[in-house]
């Protein structure tokens, strides 16, 4: 069970994409929308890349752009680029994570799925510790050394959000935001075998909380 979540989440090692389709300069970023026949177009939900006072907030290094033509533009005639994924910088974005990214995928259930299928394994585990709170469920087994939560997530429709953690980290690989964008996030936390699973399911749902709290003045369309 532990390679299988280490399989998982590896895209949190990935290395910086490729931004070299990116404009020089932009405000906004738009996730497109697809065809029938699977070409991106512009026109998709579109997230701020500054801050509402216009404060640069994306690691650009990390921003995977997509090549459309015809380029939407913002107020100011600025380019707005169709994005793959872009990952907000943890200093600007006051959010208490390491890592903050928004990416698109073919089918965000799907993937959510596919996560917490790990965490309902462990929920059946003979001798596996089951915590509940007003909004989580966390299960710690000897299976797997670290604990996993399901919380409710703060975006509408029935999509699983399950967090996993460690002695180091907690990684939440599938924030579902809508049927094709999610956000993946990850920071350090003081280890599973001090705070008890209660304390650590609620500071994993104050977390989740900030995200959405700072993506949401962001966004527009989701």
């Not at 997230?47 to 380029?71: H, I, M, Y």
């Not at 903050?100 to 959510?112: E, G, M, N, S």
């Not at 280890?191 to 966004?219: E, M």
């Amino acid at each position: 069970m532990r390679k299988a979540i280490v399989s998982l989440l590896l895209f949190f090692a990935a290395g910086p994409a490729s931004a070299q389709t990116c404009p020089e300069f932009f405000r906004f970023v738009d996730f497109g929308q697809k065809d029938s026949s699977g070409v991106i177009y512009k026109g998709g939900p579109t997230l701020r890349a500054e801050s509402l006072s216009g404060q640069p907030l994306l690691l650009l290094e990390k921003t995977e752009c997509t090549n459309v033509r015809d380029l939407a533009v913002d107020g100011r005639g600025n380019p707005i680029p169709v994005v793959k994924s872009v990952t907000y910088d943890p200093a600007k974005a006051d959010v208490a994570v390491r890592e903050l990214r928004v990416a698109i995928a073919d089918d965000t259930k799907a993937i959510a799925d596919q996560n917490a299928a790990l965490h309902l394994t462990a929920l059946q585990e003979v001798g596996s510790q089951v915590t509940r709170g007003q909004d989580f469920l966390c299960v710690s087994s000897e299976e797997f050394s670290g604990l996993s939560c399901q919380l409710e997530s703060p975006y509408p429709g029935r999509v699983p959000l399950v967090v996993y953690c460690d002695d180091v980290d907690c990684k939440m690989p599938v924030l579902a935001i809508d049927r094709r964008i999610f956000v993946s996030a990850a920071w350090p936390h003081s280890g599973t075998t001090g705070p008890k699973p209660a304390d650590i399911g609620a500071v994993i749902s104050d977390v989740i909380q900030q995200i959405h709290s700072f993506l949401d003045p962001l966004s527009a369309a989701f």
